[in-house]
């Protein structure tokens, strides 16, 4: 009896100091893939961090998957160093929300709490009044942007727990990687610091989760540890970080997204069906030319107080790169736009042919060229002299007119595809020419390298103006 009071005590006591501990990290995520699956698309970066764990002094809460087997071992795996863990659903994440807010108002200044996400998130419906956006907490989704059949939870109510943590002096900081996740930027503020793996209308880039996962290192200040990944990724993304120089390059990046356009799946890529979509629905090809000059503007900006100017090597190899890749994209939608404006054209036929009364008449009518080449005029003239041949009187005759007029149409039809090619199958070429900016593989993937390497100039440039952030302060 007296072993099991102890063991009581010491279990109770052993829960106590992880309640206390001074640095406390939540990790959240790992829901929305289907449920047939054992693993999830998470478990790389999930076990990294887990392996974090046992030689850092942070002490782990865990909402994380709860269907898929391999995924859920590797969790129970740890159930000695990670005694506060339950899979992720509705209830048990906002029973870690409440456990957040009473440590945010119990630990001491100075203490720190980190709340590391990566789970499937779908895109903030448009006019949306949630501040942040919502993660899949259960059910397998089926749908990478819509996550048709999952379950979802709100960040909003990270806000409350930021407020608390602020009002102590107790440090906080959010990492949240999922998709769509630059919405959470708006939980920043000069104490907390925020990092999102991408913006708030693309998916997140796996590589870029799992680099940053990998760089969480003991000792690393989170703003270290941001720069080194998106320094070493290489796949099109747009990260976000809430430092003043991170916010003034967020904003001054975004014309850059329609020349970071490289993947084809569309599954697991928001950036070519970004400027897909743009081209298809384009009715004026100056759009990528704007962007690129909003480029030029924007970064030869930032570019003039470093030593070259405008004029440093990195800025140059950049903007060429951009030029020639919006020359692609300006040709391709002069010819998309050319398909259609062509095709939309409407063009008048007619035929002189005599009445029953002998007299010479006009017969006339108004087609856009898209139906002229699309519509069978050979069967339909067949089908109408057959007919008129078993018809007296005006019908006979109107009937014959009007065999002359679809005689004429297919003729015009004939001079059409002759003329313009293309029209032969007019959505299959505006496919053709829609690959042909996803195709762009090699320049896009140079530009993608060559703003890597601008971004650190210039956010090496903007940290100077501020001696220090949350991210810089907030050390693992």
């Not at 990478?144 to 107790?170: C, H, P």
């Not at 001054?252 to 298809?280: C, H, R, V, W, Y």
């Not at 009364?357 to 067949?382: P, Y």
């Not at 320049?443 to 952030?469: G, M, P, T």
Request: charged share 25%; net charge neutral.
């Amino acid at each position: 009896m007296l072993k099991l009071i102890l063991s009581l005590i010491i279990a109770a006591h052993a829960e106590l100091s992880a309640q206390n501990s001074q640095k406390q990290l939540y990790i959240i995520g790992g829901a929305g893939d289907p449920d047939t699956r054992v693993d999830t698309i998470f478990d790389p970066a999930f076990k990294t961090i887990l392996e974090f764990l046992p030689n850092s002094d942070w002490q782990a809460t865990v909402r994380y998957d709860g269907n898929h087997s391999k995924t859920v071992n590797m969790l129970q795996d740890k159930k000695e160093i990670i005694p506060d863990q339950d899979s992720l659903s509705a209830g048990s994440f906002n029973k870690a929300l409440d456990k957040m807010k009473n440590q945010a108002e119990t630990l001491p200044p100075g203490a720190q709490m980190l709340v590391y996400i990566d789970s499937h998130a779908p895109e903030k419906a448009a006019g949306s009044k949630m501040l942040t956006h919502e993660i899949a907490v259960s059910g397998g989704g089926t749908n990478l942007n819509l996550l048709t059949g999952a379950k979802f939870a709100k960040l909003d109510g990270l806000q409350e727990i930021i407020s608390a943590a602020n009002a102590r002096g107790v440090k906080i900081a959010i990492v949240d990687l999922s998709c769509h996740s630059g919405s959470t930027q708006t939980l920043a503020n000069d104490k907390t610091c925020v990092i999102s793996s991408t913006a708030s209308n693309l998916y997140a880039s796996k590589q870029f989760i799992e680099n940053f996962t990998k760089n969480m290192t003991k000792g690393q200040n989170l703003e270290s540890i941001y720069l080194a990944t998106r320094k070493e990724t290489g796949d099109a993304s747009l990260p976000m970080i809430s430092t003043p120089a991170g916010k003034t390059l967020s904003n001054q990046e975004q014309s850059l997204t329609g020349f970071l356009i490289f993947k084809k799946n569309t599954e697991i890529d928001k950036m070519s069906p970004f400027l897909s979509n743009e081209a298809k629905n384009c009715t004026n090809h100056d759009l990528p030319l704007a962007r690129l000059n909003q480029l030029n503007k924007n970064l030869s900006f930032l570019f003039k107080d470093l030593p070259s100017g405008n004029q440093d090597p990195d800025f140059v190899e950049l903007k060429n790169l951009v030029e020639s890749y919006q020359k692609i994209q300006s040709r391709i939608e002069q010819q998309l736009n050319g398909i259609s404006t062509n095709l939309s054209k409407v063009e008048t036929i007619e035929v002189k042919f005599r009445n029953e009364k002998g007299n010479i008449e006009t017969l006339s009518d108004h087609f856009e060229r898209r139906n002229l080449v699309q519509a069978d005029w050979t069967e339909e003239e067949r089908s109408l002299r057959a007919r008129a041949k078993d018809e007296s009187g005006s019908a006979k005759f109107d009937d014959l007119a009007r065999a002359a007029l679809n005689h004429r149409c297919a003729q015009r039809k004939a001079e059409l595809l002759a003329q313009y090619p293309e029209f032969t199958s007019a959505e299959k070429a505006k496919t053709k020419l829609i690959d042909g900016i996803k195709d762009s593989v090699q320049i896009a993937k140079k530009i993608s390298a060559a703003e890597r390497k601008v971004y650190q100039k210039l956010y090496e440039k903007e940290s100077k103006k501020s001696s220090s952030n949350a991210c810089k302060d907030f050390v693992l």
